[in-house]
């Protein structure tokens, strides 16, 4: 049973952290490792596709995380926290819902394949075994589509069906998050609708808009058709989605956005997305939009003009990259027969393939991924968070709530 005060808590404290998988990624062993490392270092809430494979997934990894943390990890000064995990819904097209296409058997012989090196999460491949787009890997970033030469990459959109959320909800999933656009407000409203009668089993419920001409009476007359009123509401401002760019300007539409809905006084917290990267919490503080991070008592930020946290994806998977290619790399030689003298006639025998490595197998890797992280971390939520921790220490004051 997850403690809701304490990521309740970080909204209201102004250090609130989000994990985004991505709304469209599938990737099982990738999302597994993922959730798991911010997990334990102390992620307020976990942001997954509505699929029930990727959320049976994601929930096998905190239930992992937590054995960890009861078992061998000793953490700074908090006591570890099982995060909320959200589900993505969309009220039409959008960019978070989509994946790219292409027949393979058209690309020519001779093309550079530019798609297949830009692409960020190693979606495309061309190899005897796999050729085209790897559906599971691709969360439908597009960068592949203007790069072809021949220009034969499009993308493919869908959408949530409201049916699929009581399930979801049943099975462990604590929040949801509804992307729009302005001028959408009766596809909003159909959505909300057919998913009211889940609404009182959640936590919280997050609506992440990018920016547009009249934003703030959109998201002001999104609020009034939430009936029932959620307990909790969380505007995502969604600068420039799926960048997951390190450059320092990157983050300037989150900040613009933001800002413009702090100002409009909405009812619930505010928190940043689309092109969060290392630099966003830095650029935070210099606009004194972050609490100080020795804040001596909570305050209720839900109706100050502050942002109440940060949601990280593309940048947040990226900065685990070494550590998720160094074990894919484990895993593909795993995978590989292994030739073995045959008893008897000297031939061979080909070794089984083994099962998915996980990261808490490979400690010096998972250790790697905390310090990784606490990079990212910190700078929000201050010394003492769940990612100063070792492997295979423990002490009686490492609880778990």
Request: charged fraction near 15%; proline fraction near 9%.
């Given at each position: 049973m997850i403690n809701l005060y304490y990521p309740l808590r970080s909204l209201k404290e102004g250090h609130w952290f989000k994990l985004i998988c991505?709304?469209?990624?599938?990737h099982l062993p990738a999302i597994q490792n993922l959730v798991l490392a911010y997990a334990l270092a102390?992620?307020?809430?976990?942001?997954?596709?509505?699929?029930?494979?990727?959320?049976?997934?994601?929930r096998e990894a905190l239930d992992r995380a937590g054995n960890l943390v009861d078992a061998q990890w000793?953490?700074?000064?908090?006591?570890?926290?099982?995060?909320?995990?959200?589900?993505?819904l969309n009220d039409g097209d959008d960019p978070h819902f989509r994946k790219a296409v292409f027949d393979p058997n058209t690309c020519p012989s001779d093309c550079p394949r530019p798609c297949e090196s830009i692409c960020p999460a190693q979606a495309i491949a061309f190899t005897p075994a796999q050729s085209g787009v790897i559906a599971e890997r691709c969360y439908g970033c597009g960068r592949c589509v203007p790069i072809c030469p021949f220009d034969t990459i499009s993308t493919q959109f869908y959408r949530f069906s409201p049916a699929d959320l009581l399930p979801l909800v049943l099975s462990g999933v604590d929040a949801i998050e509804i992307h729009?656009?302005?001028?959408?407000?009766?596809?909003?409203?159909?959505?909300?609708?057919?998913?009211?009668?889940?609404?009182?089993?959640?936590?919280?419920?997050?609506?992440s808009c990018p920016a547009g001409?009249?934003?703030?009476?959109?998201?002001?007359?999104?609020?009034?058709?939430?009936?029932?009123q959620p307990p909790v509401v969380i505007w995502q401002a969604d600068g420039r989605a799926m960048s997951g760019d390190i450059g320092d300007g990157t983050t300037h539409a989150t900040l613009r956005l933001g800002q413009k809905l702090l100002a409009a006084e909405l009812p619930g917290y505010v928190q940043l997305a689309g092109g969060t990267n290392g630099y966003t919490v830095e650029k935070l503080r210099s606009l004194h939009l972050?609490?100080?991070?020795?804040?001596?008592?909570?305050?209720?930020?839900?109706?100050?003009?502050?942002?109440?946290?940060?949601?990280?994806?593309s940048y947040a998977r990226t900065l685990l990259s070494p550590v998720l290619d160094t074990l894919d790399a484990i895993v593909q030689e795993r995978a590989s027969p292994s030739v073995i003298p045959e008893s008897g006639n000297g031939g061979a025998i080909a070794q089984p393939?083994?099962?998915?490595?996980?990261?808490?197998q490979y400690p010096a890797l998972l250790n790697q991924a905390m310090t990784l992280i606490d990079t990212l971390m910190s700078p929000l939520k201050g010394p003492g968070s769940p990612a100063q921790m070792q492997?295979?220490?423990?002490?009686?004051?490492?609880?778990?709530?």
């Open positions: 991505g709304a469209s990624f599938q102390g992620a307020d809430c976990i942001d997954v596709a509505a699929d029930a494979a990727v959320v049976a997934a994601a000793q953490r700074g000064d908090r006591p570890w926290v099982r995060p909320l995990l959200m589900v993505s729009t656009q302005v001028g959408r407000r009766d596809a909003f409203e159909h959505l909300w609708q057919a998913i009211a009668p889940v609404i009182p089993h959640l936590s919280l419920v997050a609506v001409d009249g934003i703030e009476s959109y998201l002001r007359s999104l609020y009034a058709v939430m009936q029932p972050l609490p100080p991070l020795l804040s001596p008592t909570p305050s209720d930020r839900s109706t100050s003009k502050a942002i109440a946290g940060v949601a990280y994806g393939a083994s099962t998915p490595a996980y990261l808490e492997l295979g220490k423990r002490s009686p004051s490492a609880a778990k709530l």
